[in-house]
């Protein structure tokens, strides 16, 4: 199987109300147990590379490298797409050259009518090559790899506006915040997200900060329009309590202890662990056969 474009894969999603995984992508670990749990689970994905991560592992041409040869040489036959997290205008650019089959272009920190005129240029760019694409209006909260946002509601208004330049999916702020949410925190607004989802119709709508959100508010959010929920701090989470745990037991002092596919096969289990988990609670179990 072949990268492909997240379209169509949200769209059913949409259609069949459940939401697809964006989990993000760190190293080959990462890659490979993502992947191995949506072959497993017969379930679409979408691997999520923020620029941070992008340049952490060698650059784009680097990442497309290791997806297609991961694809290939574990025959993976589910809907895959390689999307860019974040990306600025020129980080967009970058990887359309580079073979991602998928972009977010996160323009939430400019103007409006700034955000609207780049969102178009690279609407265009992305679909001459039949790679999907992502905006954004209304800032998600907290941190990711240095890109900031205060959590603000989107204005559905604006939503509609970006939504009408044609992209592909949208990411609106409805008081979701990247990494551990704070215990003050007040929830996500459904109010805001019913308002969007009514001026944006069948746009699949992206869910970003997926970590930590409850369950019950996972399902409504599906329910009111949600087709792609993105995860990245959970999987790092599991992983690094997973690995913390191999140490603390002396483990890396046993025989061969010390070898690097035994370190990390604990952290390689829990993301696995928590990629299951994820798939079976956003629905999209089953939904690649
Ligand atoms: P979390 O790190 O909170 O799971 O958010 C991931 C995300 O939204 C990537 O864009």
Known sequence: MYLVSAKDMLVKA???????GQFNINNLEWTKAILMTAEEL??????????GAGKYMGGYNAVVGMVNGLLKDLKISVPVALHLDHGSFEGCYKCLDAGFSSIMFDGSHYPI????AKTTELVAAAHKMGVSIEAEVGSIGGEEDGVIGMGECADPEECK???????????AGIGNIHGVYPPNWKGLSFETLDAIQKKTGILPLVLHGGTGIPADMIKKAIELGVSKINVNTECQISFTAATREYFEANKDKASKGFDPRKVLAPGFEAIKATVKEKMELFGSVGKAE
């Open 42 to 51: 017969k379930s679409p994905v979408i691997l999520g590379v923020s620029e």
């Open 161 to 171: 506006r970006v939504a009408d330049l044609g992209v592909d999916f949208l990411a």
């Open 113 to 116: 009518d700034e955000n609207v």
């Open 14 to 20: 949409k259609a069949g109300r459940y939401a697809v």
